[in-house]
């Protein structure tokens, strides 16, 4: 389906913290079209300052009391002015919302697993895809990690769905202290490796990187939605750009709003 | 209400073209809009070879424009023809080629390449490149280097050949009669300017090239300069460009001396822009009472004004 542009109202804006927020947006049309793990293309303000758009994962898909799409939402944190702005929004507000677009994760089925590993801000695609897994009846464990206790947010709403919750702090606030990897590749290793395991991965990138070299490690395969500065989310600029490697070993760089944001972990050249 | 414009031999059914750079191959719109609504688009920069271009970042947001160093990153002219110009054609897109290359043979090889393939409208020589070192731009930095690669270009097609000139140097006008002499058939300007960003807190350039091209709204007015100043210097028909994001924008380009004009960064903006810009054209021609948008073309009107209310 092509994108739609919509104007969409901001129907709540829900602070988690001093940096993240929650915001809802009525896009039915989008909320309709929208697969786990695509993104958004989003201007919270008219003008030219900031003049392009931003990309964001796409949340949850938000539904009315028939469970009919009637939204969307954004896990947002705070790194710049457009996240600021998106921070700061007010019900009523219109922002231009442009999707869905890129590439969904690939959902498994049942017998398998699905081992979701977030990093902070990185739980952005999750959600969606939960709910799509727990539809399925797919057994399901989030790895998850933040910086403090404070900062790990939903953790009702996966275990609602019935997802097993792994969860890591850096200062060990909650969890386990240290970083999401460590558990992720722990259990990893404690599964017999003919297990049938799918790994989904989001977050910073070095934590993208340990992912995906664990699951290698261990025979699974790996998707991961990966974050670049992006000017157009169409394939247009050319600046979103993944070193990945074809068929042949031979790296290339490829646009990742058009192959991505899901990419597989296995073709990405990581540093 | 006539809106055709006119590039050497080439009829474009309205002004608006898809600026070379900032509209991939054409063919990734092709869902989004009909290309063939727009007066032509100006595809991404082709060598002969396939270039995997600059790491990322490669852009950078800046006050009202932003920068770019992608590197001319391309898939080659050959796979080109063979892989995105049969469906350019079928969505009847009126297809200008983007060519750069680091030697006049090279420019010779595509533009000789392109007169040969079905479906391309006219050649857009890019001499001016700011990101890359070894293409384009040693020609678009030199009067006899714009000369030669214009004249080389010139003797092997008959398609309407029009150099891309960077406003990196001091007189623009001065390129665009070198162009012309040398038998462009028109000149696009202006492409993006050489500039830089750097993160204060880890004093690291912000761009892996270390230095881009700034465009956007904030060069509107240097390019609208430029384009006014061109067209004082040459007969051949302008392609103007820099920072357009409304209809007004577009107009003042046309009414400075344009012909024609190319958008980039505000349809990474605004994708469906194309459509609010004809329509905001053609809303002013009403108003204006012109039938002809070439009518328009270097209308500004500089005749003396009565200042002398201003001193009494």
Known sequence: MPPLDLSAEVTSNTPL?????????????????????????????????????????????????RGAPKGISILNKRIGPTTDLVYAARPGQRIACLGPLGRPFTPIEPPGEAWLVAGGVGLAPFASLAETLGGRGVRTTLFYGARRAAELFYLDFFRHLGVELALT???????????????????????????????????????????????????????????????????????????????????HHVRSCLSGPVLPADRIVWD | MDLSVRIGSLTLHNPLVAASGCFGYGVEYADVIDLASLGAVAVKGLFLAEREGHPAPRIVETPAGMLNAIGLQGIGVRRFVAEKLPELRARRATVIVNICG??????????????????????ELNISCPNIKEGGIQFGCSLNGTFDVVSAVRKVTTLPVMPKLTPNVTSV?????????????????????????????????????????LSGPAIRPIAVRMVYECHQAVKIPIVGMGGIADARDALEFMIAGAAAVQVGTASFVDPFIWSKLLDGIRDYMQRHRIERVADLVGTVDTTEQDKEWISS
């Open chain 2, 173 to 213: 006008a001065s390129f665009a009669r070198a162009a012309e002499e040398a038998g462009a058939d028109a000149v696009s300007l202006v492409n993006t300017f050489l500039a830089m960003a750097i993160d204060v807190e880890t004093r690291r350039p912000k761009l892996s090239n270390i230095v881009g091209g």
């Open chain 2, 102 to 123: 680091s030697t006049l043979d090279e420019y010779v090889e595509l533009a000789r390449i392109l007169s040969d393939a079905d479906g391309v409208g006219a050649l």
């Open chain 1, 169 to 251: 702090t850096e200062d060990g606030s909650a969890g386990e202290r240290g970083r999401v990897v460590e558990p992720f590749e722990r259990e990893l290793a404690a599964r017999p490796p003919t297990a049938p395991i799918m790994v989904y991965a989001c977050g910073p990138e070095r934590m993208l990187a340990a992912t995906a070299r664990a699951a290698a490690r261990s025979g699974r395969p790996c998707q991961v939605s990966v974050e670049r500065i992006m000017g157009c989310g169409l394939g247009g600029c050319y600046s979103c750009v993944v070193p990945m490697k074809d068929e042949h070993g031979a790296a």
């Open chain 1, 17 to 65: 913290s001093a940096d993240y927020n929650v915001l809802a947006l009525a896009a039915p049309a989008i909320a309709a079209a929208v697969s786990p793990g695509q993104f958004v293309m989003l201007k919270p303000a008219g003008g030219y300052d900031p003049l392009l758009r931003r990309p964001f994962s796409v949340f949850e898909v938000l539904r009315d009391a």
